[in-house]
């Protein structure tokens, strides 16, 4: 018994030397014993949260940026400084890749000189250049507001009420860096409006009403790695706006998803946000090696009718699932799921077949001397990059999550599709856009756009994504809390009344359901042990 006490005293003496440079992480509160620790670690964690935007062209981004800084000054009494605009680190960096960038009267011109900017500068000092300049910013901003403390030589940072807006990223490694620095606390909101209107907004702007698509259709998809990717990004959002109307709108659909962030007050999901959770979740079903696809259909009355997910489809109906397909023959457990993982070769059947069209068709023309010069397959495979070739897809295996979703109420025989709406994570592909149609859905919506789609192309008399056309399917994009925030966004962390009655939490005091501990792990493992320790030795 002397023995173990006097080893608990050595591992207290050395805790509490260990100790003495995370002590000051902690403020001592008078508080029962009992919460002491709770007190202390809930101290260290952040109350700084970061937005992010990101949006096309024309969307209004810049003013969702100013709508979300004044909400948050007035409403939630949080420090805002100056908007942290990407556009102003093109423009000063601008001389170091040897462009000049146009006077802001000349929009269209103005924009492309900004894209050339953006472009070479992130291919000359790597793909997330200005996200970086975007971390620097924040560091200094914190410095001037006493953001930290220094102990032991050590720069330790301090819990404040302040936000950070960034307007606005385009390429998908500003969104890698700054999620891989801010984690929890960064906040993505994807602005966007219909092109018929960002269009429109363009051309009164000041923007050459012949240029105004060849800017949209840049800043959608440029130049692999370096350039605009901003469809690429988007999708990554945690809330979407659909910036289409008057400023009132926006207002209103700012402020509720801030209520949602900071927990102020009560809101459950629109039918929207329940019915595209749905399609999320059925989602994750899918094996496909190319992409997870899931859909949900809704009746006009906002019952869940079907889901559905892409994969094989398995004899009897359905699509094979995970462990269903189990059976025992003679003592040895039989696995006859036949998903393209674990079936012949294991290969994307699509993706094999289109290559060997590819290779078919570059032979062909290399022994038919198509040729002026000698010339590789490798250079014409190469050349034929790029093309429709490219955008093959009906040599999957697997059945689309939209058309699964539609089979499924067929094999059920329960409900009517007529005037029903149909909710996919991705934008549907031109057969099953038909097949839709047909169906009798009355409006699609859609997270992720998908580029080898020629749904309008091939069925614009039946389908539109102009939002007041009632003679055709609409097809739109979701407005919303994104699907992997449903069940933070939505579940009650929180008491919601006290003594019968309603308990509305202070928007001045309130934290964001973002949070994150401000010191590493290893920080807190020294606390937990120290009291601890001080408890039982």
Known sequence: MTHQRNTRQVIKKWWSVRMLKSAPLFTEKETPETNHLANNLSDRMSQEIIFVLVGPV?????????????????????????????????????????????????????ITTMQDAGNKLREKFGANYLAARAVEK??????????????????????????????????????????????DILVLFGVFAPDQLREKRLSSNGAAS??????????????????QMTRKTFIESDFYICNDQKLEELDRKVRRLLDIIFDVNIHTPTRAESAMYEAEAAAMNSACMSRQVGASI????????????????????????????????????IDSDNRCFKYKGNICHNEIK???????????????????????????????????????????????????????????GKNSLLKSTMYTTTYPCHNCARHI???????????????????????????????????????????????RNFIRAFKSVRDRKSNGRLARPNSETAYPIFRTQLDSFSKYEDKVVADLLAKVV
């Open 138 to 183: 924040i560091v200094n901003i914190r410095e001037k507001n006493s953001g930290y403390s220094e102990s032991a030589g050590e720069r330790i940072i301090q819990p404040k009420r302040i936000a950070y807006i960034i307007d606005s990223i385009k390429n998908i490694e500003e969104y890698k860096l700054l999620k891989q620095v801010y984690g």
């Open 437 to 483: 149609v047909a169906a009798g859905i009355k409006e699609v919506v859609y997270i992720q756009p998908y580029q080898k789609s020629l749904a309008i192309e091939l069925h614009g008399d039946a389908i539109s994504e102009l939002q007041d056309d009632t003679g055709r399917v609409i097809f739109r994009q979701y407005d919303g809390v994104a699907p």
């Open 210 to 227: 012949s240029e105004t698509k060849n800017i949209i259709d840049r800043d959608q998809a440029d130049i692999p790695t370096f350039g």
């Open 354 to 412: 289109r290559r060997g069209i590819i290779e078919k068709v570059v032979e062909k023309m290399i022994s038919g001397k198509l040729f002026k010069k000698e010339i590789g397959k490798s250079d014409v495979i190469r050349i034929l990059s790029g093309t429709e070739i490219d955008s093959i897809i009906e040599y999957s295996r697997s059945i689309h999550a939209e058309m699964e979703a539609i089979l499924s109420v067929a094999r059920e």
């Open 58 to 110: 024309g969307s209004g981004v810049s003013t969702t940026a100013e709508k979300i800084r004044s909400i948050l000054q007035s409403q939630f009494k949080y420090t805002v400084p100056e908007i942290i605009r990407m556009s102003e680190f093109i423009a000063n960096d601008a001389n170091k890749v040897s462009i000049t960038v146009a006077e802001r009267d000349k929009l269209d011109r103005y």
């Open 298 to 333: 809704v009746s006009d009355s906002g019952e869940l009718i079907a889901i559905g997910w892409n994969d094989v489809p398995k004899f009897g109906g359905g699509l094979y699932n995970e462990g269903d397909q189990m059976t025992m023959k003679e003592g040895k457990i």
